[in-house]
């Protein structure tokens, strides 16, 4: 079992849909969560991070904590075409960033 | 803050040769995180140091992989005789404070093309 587990996708949502992309993982002493953003051929960019069970907003992103399920997701509202990338998931346990494979996600206009 | 910088932005070297590259991290930050992506799959962990110190090493890093961070500033990865499993990107991250909750942030990476 991968420790931190995304659906590769692809997700493809029309433009000015709620995009919702999930993210499991399996070491129950993580205690921060990240989402990065990584176009092609590019870096991972930070999105967001979050630390308590709930929700955390951030203009069009929502990130979403669920300690008890080991479940994270993040919601992009009204999606564009230019939040067509890769998006990776990533837990800090045990001294280290884990990440997961990315979900990526296409935005039809 | 002018972003994490890495060099080179592309290496391509022979089989057996040994590279290096550099990372230059945010200059408030005191950690500094090294990562490989592969095609398809996320970064992977390899190493991370606070200030000087290395303080995890990945059990996936072969003995052919060094790494230094000689005055807590830049740091560099070495590796030696490269095979063609190397071919990577290769990502340094940093990050400020001791604790992981600290958010890290991406140079462009060094892709390795090993031919």
């Known amino acids: 079992q991968k420790e931190v587990e995304q659906n590769s996708g692809p997700l493809s949502v029309p433009e000015g849909a709620i995009a919702s992309l999930n993210c499991t993982y399996s070491?129950?002493?993580?205690?921060?969560f990240f989402w990065y953003r990584q176009y092609s051929g590019k870096s991972p960019e930070l999105i967001m991070f979050?630390?308590?069970?709930g929700d955390k907003e951030d203009g069009r992103f929502t990130a979403q904590l669920n300690k008890a399920s080991q479940y994270v997701s993040l919601l992009i509202r009204d999606s564009q075409p230019s939040d067509s990338a890769t998006y990776l998931c990533?837990?800090?346990?045990?001294?280290?960033?884990?990440f997961g494979q990315g979900t990526t996600l296409q935005v039809k206009p | 803050d002018t972003g994490v910088s890495q060099n080179p932005r592309h290496k391509i070297t022979k089989r057996g040769q040994n590279v290096t590259f550099r990372c230059d991290p945010i200059?408030?930050?005191?950690?500094l995180y090294w990562y490989r992506q592969t095609l398809g799959q996320g970064p992977e962990f390899l190493t991370y140091?606070?200030?000087?110190?290395?303080?995890?090493k990945s059990r996936l890093l072969s003995d052919r992989f060094s790494a230094e961070r000689p005055k807590g500033s830049f740091s560099t990865l070495e590796i030696q005789r490269t095979e063609q499993g190397d071919s990577a990107m290769y990502l340094c991250?940093?990050?400020?404070?001791?604790?992981?909750?600290?958010?890290?942030?991406f140079g462009d990476g060094t892709r390795l093309s090993i031919l």
């Open positions: 990533a837990s800090w346990g045990t001294g280290k960033l884990i």
């Open positions: 140091f606070q200030n000087e110190a290395q303080l995890e």
């Open positions: 200059s408030e930050h005191n950690r």
């Open positions: 991250a940093s990050s400020s404070g001791t604790g992981g909750n600290q958010p890290q942030h």
């Open positions: 070491d129950r002493g993580s205690q921060s």
């Open positions: 979050i630390y308590s069970n």
